[in-house]
């Protein structure tokens, strides 16, 4: 069974542009979560997809955004970027949204804006 | 979501059991206990979770004291892939929090 895949792997952007990151889950998986893991801050949750909807999202500003595609797939799109927005991204997803079912992670996409 | 305290770190050697312990004292009724580990550059990768009871699978076996106030983790034969960063944590819904974790050592 393929897990969660991510690209690209790497992503270098400059201060200002754009950046769309993808995720395909595991299949049958219609949950998909999206979180950012910066340099000594920890994982913070910043958005979650099932069914199509966005359902919850953390609290990061408007820039990020992100849509989940009729496949499941999703994407992660991050507007006007700032340095501190260099991070792993990580995707994950999960058969059913209850907090007894495990999320299942990528190896994410390490973004650097320089 | 309560919070865990883990150790720093621990070693462990080749092909012996490696236990890691976690308390979580403040859990709540319907908090699941899940062990995550991440190696270097990789996403989290799941281990094992439980609400109440005693679990084991593939990889590992899970104890959780009767008062769930704390647990551990036991990889019954360490390998040298074992090395990782191991986060326990208790998660009440979807928005994972992981500490700072027990970074495991295993040595040939």
């Known amino acids: 069974e393929a897990g969660v895949t991510q690209s690209p792997t790497h992503l270098i952007k400059t201060r200002g542009q754009q950046a769309t990151l993808r995720c395909s889950p595991i299949?049958?998986?219609?949950?998909v979560y999206w979180y950012q893991q910066a340099l000594g801050l920890g994982l913070q949750f910043l958005l979650w997809?099932?069914?199509?909807?966005?359902?919850n999202r953390g609290n990061f500003p408007p820039r990020f955004s992100g849509r989940q595609f009729p496949n499941y797939s999703s994407e992660l799109n991050v507007n006007a970027l700032e340095l501190e927005d260099s991070a792993l991204y990580l995707c994950?997803?999960?058969?059913?949204?209850?907090?007894?079912?495990?999320?299942?992670f990528g190896n994410g996409t390490r973004l650097t804006v320089t | 979501d309560a919070k865990t305290t883990q150790p720093p770190s621990m070693d462990c050697a080749e092909g012996r059991a490696a236990n890691l312990p976690c308390n979580h004292s403040?859990?709540?009724?319907?908090?699941?206990v899940y062990w995550y580990r991440q190696i270097h550059s990789q996403g989290p990768q799941y281990i094992i979770h439980?609400?109440?009871n005693n679990e084991t699978n593939e990889m590992a076996s899970l104890i959780i004291t009767e008062d769930r106030k704390s647990s551990t983790l036991i990889l019954p034969h360490a390998t040298l892939r074992d090395t990782a960063v191991y986060y326990c944590?208790?998660?009440?819904?979807?928005?994972?929090?992981f500490g700072a974790g027990t970074t495991v050592t295993v040595r040939a």
């Open positions: 994950a997803s999960s058969l059913e949204t209850h907090r007894g079912s495990p999320l299942h």
């Open positions: 299949s049958g998986h219609t949950s």
């Open positions: 997809y099932d069914e199509g909807e966005e359902r």
């Open positions: 403040t859990i709540s009724g319907n908090e699941y």
């Open positions: 439980g609400l109440k």
């Open positions: 944590i208790v998660v009440n819904d979807y928005k994972l929090s």
